[in-house]
């Protein structure tokens, strides 16, 4: 069983700056892909970026550019640095871990941008 928590979310003005972090309970370093989704109100959740096994990455359109996704398997950590925030980046922001067929999610945490 895995368990994440996330943190470093909060509210910032557009064009500001924000970390996210995720900590997992077990060893990440055999999870297939570790990412962040977010759901803001009213729409469907979303994928923001992901990072496999061999630090591979992917990000949505909407993040490309402004964000980089990291992960430290020593630590059992993943990090989201998000640049140059606009308010359309206002969500809840989740830790995800596929491992084993399965998947894993924390609570969220929330990111408001506004001035």
């Known amino acids: 069983q895995v368990q994440l928590v996330e943190s470093g979310g909060g509210l910032v003005q557009p064009g500001g700056s924000l970390r996210l972090s995720c900590a997992a309970s077990g060893s990440i370093s055999s999870a297939n892909a570790m990412g962040w989704y977010r759901q803001a109100p009213g729409k469907e959740r979303e994928l923001v970026a992901k990072i496999t096994t061999f630090g591979g990455t992917n990000y949505a359109d909407s993040v490309k550019g402004r964000s980089i996704i990291s992960r430290d398997n020593a630590k059992n950590m993943v990090y989201l640095q998000m640049n140059s925030l606009k308010p359309e980046d206002t969500a809840v922001y989740y830790c995800?871990?596929?491992?084993?067929?399965?998947?894993?999610w924390g609570q969220g945490t929330q990111v408001t941008v506004s001035p």
């Open positions: 995800w871990l596929y491992k084993d067929y399965r998947h894993y």
